[in-house]
């Protein structure tokens, strides 16, 4: 769309230009440090970063109603650079110029009501936001975006060559760093370390195809990251976990794009997380938390963050009710269908707690909630919102059990309305579903296959077994129809069809 259609009040905003002034700040120590080296963790305490912008008070120069207007007619664009998570260029990476943005589709995925029969049977009016439709098809392709377009900006400036991008993943954040590197081609290598056997068949094959070195290493998550950070401390890598700062700044759009899929009104709205590394609710935090100073919504939304009974370390962390006595410990995790959440020892729990206790202060309440859930309810709760008119993961069947469980305990109401993350595609984790169908997911998950819930392909043979084609054996036209005959019929009494009147 030509600039010229535009209104008068928006077009200087609406190509954003290059006037952040960003840097790591470390939650431990208070330290700065230039966005111009690769950090991960600060230098002096080794404690988590966050990227700060020395210019967001300028932000609050625009009125809250411009902004939401000018995010509106970005809508329009047709800039690459603009499509995705960078609409929101100010908030996200105002210091990366729009020639150094990687733009592969992430973002702006749809937000999906419920039916009203799922509706009844939860309690309350919700919808889905699919993140699975992401490139990668997870919710990692925001902080990817980020971390990507942070780390080309770097190479664009001669500041960094010969980049080798290494990262801990259950899954989605492999396959995601492995797309986003190959899209850079030679100048970046990637390298991913996987827990074997601990990750699905589909999510193995996404860093394998698009050309990453994968390293299956013995154990768990906790122990692949920590391998990770050893080697990233060690050595010349960029380190592509959460707790990667860009990665915290690019799936902040999500808060960003609920703020503008809901028309900017955040009142009686509650947003549902499933927490693993805790990267994810520290960005959706922190992004309402931005739009909310900017007076770009008026109201903070509840945040819900949801773990599994088989690895809540955060859950366990806020059971403690005086803030003064909280102590912080890691958990020996056990399987969970919610794979990407299988994590004891998150690496943003700093994050987490530094950003609660703001989003809660500004809302001057309790705003931030943790619930857990059993694998039971996970798994049947993921096949009742597929059954009906959902794509839903793991992941996503954890929220819809954590916003049942919010339900019960009155964090939420039934005059609210929810938004749920299902932050991966349900085909990336279609293995359980295929164990639960047939009743063998391992005893230590604790899930038991409701025969209800059971669906599984029936083969529908011919009675004369002469009449079985094959690709090799093609029937002919006669023994070709008593076979369609024979086998229609059969199909026909199994769903009770009746001829038309």
């Known amino acids: 769309m030509m600039l010229d259609f535009f209104p008068e009040d928006i077009k200087p905003h609406i190509i954003p230009k290059v006037q952040g002034d960003l840097y790591y700040k470390c939650l431990g120590c208070a330290a700065e440090y230039s966005i111009k080296k690769l950090l991960y963790v600060c230098p002096e305490c080794n404690q988590v970063l966050l990227i700060q912008d020395r210019n967001a008070p300028l932000l609050k120069k625009i009125p809250g109603k411009l902004w939401q207007k000018i995010f509106d007619f970005r809508k329009m664009l047709k800039i690459p650079a603009l499509k995705g998570i960078y609409r929101y260029h100010e908030f996200i990476g105002p210091s990366i110029p729009l020639e150094s943005i990687i733009y592969l589709g992430e973002g702006h995925t749809p937000v999906i009501e419920a039916c009203e029969n799922l509706k009844e049977k939860v309690g309350l009016s919700f919808f889905y936001k699919n993140d699975g439709q992401n490139p990668s098809a997870s919710f990692k392709d925001r902080g990817m975006a980020s971390a990507m377009s942070s780390i080309k900006y770097l190479m664009d400036k001669n500041l960094v060559s010969n980049v080798i991008a290494i990262c801990a993943s259950t899954g989605d954040t492999s396959a995601s760093a492995a797309l986003y590197a190959s899209y850079l081609g030679s100048s970046i290598k990637s390298a991913v370390l996987l827990p074997h056997k601990k990750v699905t068949s589909q999510q193995l094959s996404q860093p394998l195809g698009s050309g990453a070195q994968v ?73 309402f938390i931005k739009f909310y100073d900017a007076d770009i919504i008026d109201c903070l939304p509840k945040i819900i963050g949801v773990q599994s009974e088989q690895a809540d370390p955060v859950y366990q962390y806020y059971l403690e009710p005086d803030e003064a006595k909280r102590k912080f410990k890691p958990v020996e995790t056990k399987p969970s269908v919610a794979q990407a959440a299988m994590i004891g020892n998150p690496v943003s729990m700093p994050r987490v707690v530094e950003i609660a206790k703001k989003y809660n202060s500004l809302a001057s309440c309790q705003k931030v909630f943790f619930v857990q859930v059993t694998e039971q309810s996970i798994m049947d709760w993921q096949i009742a919102a597929n059954r009906n008119g959902h794509i839903a993961c793991t992941q996503g069947g954890e929220c819809l059990a954590g916003l049942v469980q919010a339900l019960k305990e009155n964090i939420v109401t039934s005059q609210e309305e929810a938004i749920l993350d299902s932050t991966a595609h349900a085909i990336k984790f279609s293995e359980f579903q295929d164990m639960y169908f047939k009743s063998a997911i391992p005893k230590d998950y604790n899930i038991h296959s409701d025969v209800t819930n059971i669906n599984l392909p029936s083969l529908i043979l011919p009675d004369d077994p002469d009449l079985i084609p094959s690709q090799k054996k093609r029937l002919e036209e006669k023994n070709l129809q008593k076979f369609i005959s024979n086998i229609s019929n059969k199909i026909a009494e199994r769903l009770d069809l009746k001829p038309p009147l």
Do not use: H, T
Not at 242 to 248: D, F, Q
Not at 249 to 256: A, K, N
Not at 260 to 281: C, S
């Open 215 to 287: 390293f299956e290493i013995p154990g768990v998550f906790d122990d692949c990251m920590k391998i990770a950070e050893y080697l990233s401390g060690q050595y010349s890598v960029v380190l592509l976990n959460s707790k990667n700062a860009w990665r915290i700044l690019g799936q902040e759009s999500y808060s960003y794009e609920i703020a503008q899929d809901f028309e900017w009104d955040m009142k009686d709205k509650a947003i549902v997380v499933p927490i693993g590394n805790a990267g994810n609710i520290s960005a959706i935090m922190n992004g």
